[in-house]
């Protein structure tokens, strides 16, 4: 079972919400990735989970925070997005050891207005 | 600079046309190279990893070969089917436990009837 599982599927905010985005592995995967993907782009890492120690790509602004409670879930925070966030988000894990493919879930479209 | 760089951009052909599409990428030592297969509103489907050159690895009708400064993704007698985007990823040698992955911009292949 190679499955990553994300939700909501869909989301629509306003610029002053919080919502979260969820993600689950039940793979033993040890690390867990964010991605933000624009129309027509390569994905763009945002963040890593990897054997409890989280690695940032500088460039995400602070408005995004993640979390992971556990070594099968990851969640993406986020607060007083922009127009400019609107993306497919994509959750991804795999072994995080050497070289190894990432298996990504379906993703979250999301819409900030 | 570029790390990573798919051509062309966009590929169309005819049912039953075989065709490559071609990965060049400029690292210090890779880890491995990745090939996935995206539709449109979802995320990425792993489909190939590669380690080392003169590497070989066929799924139905793609195969992926590697060199030490490309890969190519064949794709032979094309269905409809096989309409997405592909997309090339590649790892580096890092130090961290689960090394960055560098995507490429993809080829978006349509195959008509």
């Known amino acids: 079972d190679t499955e990553v599982t994300q939700t909501p599927k869909h989301l629509v905010m306003g610029m002053t919400n919080k919502k979260s985005l969820k993600c689950e592995q039940h793979?033993?995967?040890?690390?867990m990735y964010w991605y933000k993907q624009k129309a027509k782009k390569p994905p763009e890492l945002m963040f890593v989970y990897s054997y409890e120690k989280l690695s940032i790509n500088e460039s995400v602004p602070s408005r995004f925070s993640p979390e992971c409670p556990n070594s099968s879930l990851l969640n993406l925070h986020l607060h007083a997005l922009q127009p400019e966030d609107s993306a497919l988000y994509l959750c991804?894990?795999?072994?995080?050891?050497?070289?190894?493919?990432?298996?990504f879930g379906p993703g979250t479209r999301l819409t900030v207005t | 600079e570029d790390q990573v760089t798919q051509s062309p951009e966009a590929l169309r052909l005819q049912e039953g046309e075989s065709s490559s599409l071609n990965c060049s990428y400029t690292v210090s030592g890779l880890r491995g190279l990745f090939w996935y297969r995206q539709d449109p509103g979802k995320g990425p489907e792993f489909l190939f990893t590669?380690?080392?050159a003169g590497e070989e690895k066929e799924k139905e009708r793609l195969k992926a070969t590697l060199t030490k400064k490309e890969s190519f993704l064949h794709i032979t007698a094309p269905k409809p089917e096989d309409s997405a985007t592909y997309l090339c990823a590649v790892q580096e040698m890092t130090t961290d436990s689960w090394g960055k992955f560098q995507f490429g911009a993809g080829t978006q292949v349509v195959v008509t009837p």
């Open positions: 991804a894990s795999n072994q995080g050891v050497t070289t190894n493919e990432q298996y």
């Open positions: 590669l380690y080392s």
């Open positions: 793979m033993g995967h040890r690390a």
